[in-house]
């Protein structure tokens, strides 16, 4: 296999990018960016123009894991402005962002900096299966919100009917299986007006995908609230180690610890 078939160049006739060119770019955790690349055997002259930018590279997946996610996608994004030829940064940035839920960051760099860019076999591989699940969310995302905006619009019909028509259209796009299933989880979830269904619905959602905005505090706290106290602290210790700095995972905590100190 000579190289020209061993590298595929993500450009214009990249068709299966159709992600929205300027679709919202994450809420708090807006970033930064990282330099350039440490491939093992290069030399230091190949590495980012400092040691500092080296380091947010190297350490910024351990952060995401020890409840830095926000900052150390923040800092990678930076990075990636300072020196946004650099593929190693570009590839990180949209593969933690990716792992840790912020679709809309991967979503951003994709079209603003990985376009154009070389990739090998493995590379373009990944690049494609990420873009595939980016389709899928933003899919879901526009259907939501024509389907809010159509319920909006019928001013004269009361608030239980309009929640019943939502309820019905979502159990639709569930059959579409192109449709985001734990996006439309999620909503059920939270417009659920039944305690199983609203339960039921986490559950799912969890299993699809544990990082989908803030359902693992949502299920951490359901679980508690249910008397399932060693569930629970696992889920909210795990949103914790993702964002320490989470405010409603911190509240699940401590309500939670007040629990356990009341049933000694």
Known sequence: ????????????????????????????????????????????GMFPETFSDYK???????????????????????????????????LKLIELSMDTGCYDLAAHVFNEYLIGKS???????????YSRRLESYYRTCDALEEL???????????????LGRLRDELEK?????????????????????????YYGCLQKTYAEDPELFNVRVLLGNEERNRGNLTKARELLEAALAKEGRDEEALEGLAALEALEEDTQ
Not at 10 to 27: A, H, S, V, Y
Request: hydrophobic share 35%.
């Open 148 to 162: 809010a905006a159509e319920l909006e619009a019928e001013a004269d019909e009361s608030e239980e009917k309009k």
């Open 56 to 90: 947010i590279f190297r350490e910024a997946e351990k952060r995401t894991r020890t409840g830095e996610t926000s900052a150390a996608l923040q800092d990678l994004y930076e990075v990636l402005q300072e020196h946004p030829d650099s593929l190693p940064v570009t």
């Open 1 to 44: 296999m000579d190289d020209q078939s061993r590298r595929h160049s993500l450009g214009p006739g990249f068709e299966t990018m159709d992600l929205k060119q300027n679709k919202r770019i994450p809420l708090p955790i807006f970033l930064f960016l990282l330099a350039s690349l440490l491939l093992a055997g290069i030399s230091m």
């Open 173 to 197: 796009l569930h059959e579409d299986e192109k449709q985001d299933q734990a996006l439309l989880y999620y909503y059920e979830g939270i417009t659920a007006s039944d305690p199983e269904e």
């Open 119 to 129: 990739l090998s076999d493995g590379q373009y591989a990944r690049m494609m299966r």
